[in-house]
């Protein structure tokens, strides 16, 4: 298969981007770009719908099932829809002991939603999350898997708000 194909789900950058990651391994291990080519696809469609995890499959060579199983092993990746922003709140213990509890008591208040729900007009997706290995540095929130804010007070968490919205 080849990024020209006509029957496929993803875009021709995103084709271009997962040539990339291919690149790095040899051509007989397709598959162990698999977890780039996930992210790849997440960021171009902001989730992981059947299609484009069997697109994924696809490309690589693999069953569906085994780009499912790594989908689904990986909190990174979203496998239902997601609002366009989601903040990640780490609860582990160290995070919870900085004030991670009231961080996210008050972004749940903020956004009128609970862990694992989406704000009506999609913009966020609250999640509860485990160590994101900035412990000193709590609490942490991570935003859409790619930013990572410390020391979140409600006045920092407002500025992120308005920021993202």
């Given at each position: 298969m080849s990024a020209g194909d006509n029957n496929r789900q993803l875009s021709t950058q995103?084709?271009?981007?997962?040539?990339?990651?291919?690149?790095?391994?040899?051509?007989?291990?397709?598959?162990?770009?698999?977890?780039?080519?996930?992210?790849?696809?997440?960021?171009?469609?902001?989730?992981?719908?059947?299609?484009?995890?069997?697109?994924?499959?696809?490309?690589?060579?693999?069953?569906?099932?085994?780009?499912?199983?790594v989908a689904t092993f990986y909190n990174m990746f979203n496998t239902k829809p997601v609002g366009k922003?989601?903040?990640?709140?780490?609860?582990?213990?160290?995070?919870?002991l900085s004030g991670g509890d009231s961080a996210a008591r008050y972004l749940q208040q903020k956004l009128g939603i609970k862990f694992g729900e989406t704000t009506p007009d999609g913009k966020f997706t609250l999640i509860a999350g485990e160590c994101m290995g900035s412990c000193g540095d709590g609490p942490v929130l991570l935003v859409n898997n790619k930013w990572m804010h410390i020391q979140m007070?409600?006045?920092?968490?407002?500025?992120l708000l308005k920021e993202l919205t």
């Amino acid at each position: 298969m080849s990024a020209g194909d006509n029957n496929r789900q993803l875009s021709t950058q995103a084709y271009q981007k997962i040539d990339r990651e291919l690149a790095k391994f040899p051509s007989e291990q397709r598959q162990s770009a698999v977890i780039a080519a996930l992210a790849i696809a997440q960021d171009e469609c902001g989730w992981l719908s059947p299609e484009a995890m069997q697109a994924v499959a696809d490309y690589l060579g693999m069953p569906a099932i085994a780009v499912q199983e790594v989908a689904t092993f990986y909190n990174m990746f979203n496998t239902k829809p997601v609002g366009k922003h989601k903040i990640t709140v780490c609860t582990n213990l160290p995070c919870m002991l900085s004030g991670g509890d009231s961080a996210a008591r008050y972004l749940q208040q903020k956004l009128g939603i609970k862990f694992g729900e989406t704000t009506p007009d999609g913009k966020f997706t609250l999640i509860a999350g485990e160590c994101m290995g900035s412990c000193g540095d709590g609490p942490v929130l991570l935003v859409n898997n790619k930013w990572m804010h410390i020391q979140m007070s409600n006045t920092k968490i407002d500025a992120l708000l308005k920021e993202l919205t």
